[in-house]
């Protein structure tokens, strides 16, 4: 009885906190059809390409003629030494990447959204040259996917926002 009382006063405390789940609709809702809307411009460089695919896996991005918006990426990478020992050999690195991307209304040339997102990552620097650079190729590769989700996240947050505004 006090499992069920207490269930209920949860419910009841948590309907009047308006949390409203993100993708609500599924393949039909807001944040999807907004999605689906958007045509991705070509990001440079190799983390670019990764960050540009990461986009385009996420989101079904509408074809250049049907799209309502561009999403334009700039990207700075960066890698920094930081542990140094004795003989200033570089032992740890940190691999920084951010993001500032625009979302553009095709038909106006308006920025409708400019933000920015980003994320680093610790790289152990050992006598291995090879695992070395294995290790950065893949702190490059999950930081592109962590910005990926920061930029998908705030686009869906965007649609819902403006859908909300109509």
């Known amino acids: 009885m006090k499992q069920a009382l207490a269930f209920a006063a949860a419910a009841l ?3 009047g906190c308006q949390l409203q ?3 609500a609709g599924g393949s039909g809702g ?3 059809t907004t999605l689906s809307e958007i045509t991705v411009a070509p990001i440079e460089g190799q983390v670019g390409w ?3 695919n990461n986009l385009k ?3 079904a991005t509408g074809e250049a003629s049907t799209a309502r918006y561009r999403l334009d990426v700039t990207l700075d990478d960066s890698i ?3 542990g140094i020992r004795g003989d200033r050999a570089v032992t740890r690195e940190r691999r920084t990447l951010r993001a500032r991307y625009q979302l ?3 038909s ?3 920025v409708v959204l400019d933000a920015t997102a980003g994320s680093d990552a610790g790289i152990d620097v050992v006598s291995s040259q090879y695992a070395t650079v294995a290790a950065e190729q893949t702190a490059a590769e999950r930081l592109s996917e962590v910005v990926s989700d920061q930029i998908i996240s705030r686009l869906g947050l965007f649609a819902t926002r403006t859908q909300q505004a109509r």
């Open 57 to 59: 896996e996420r989101m």
């Open 50 to 52: 990764l960050v540009y």
């Open 30 to 32: 807001t944040v999807a």
């Open 13 to 15: 405390f948590l309907s």
């Open 21 to 23: 789940p993100l993708y």
């Open 108 to 110: 106006t040339g308006q």
């Open 80 to 82: 920094i030494g930081l």
């Open 104 to 106: 553009v209304e095709l």
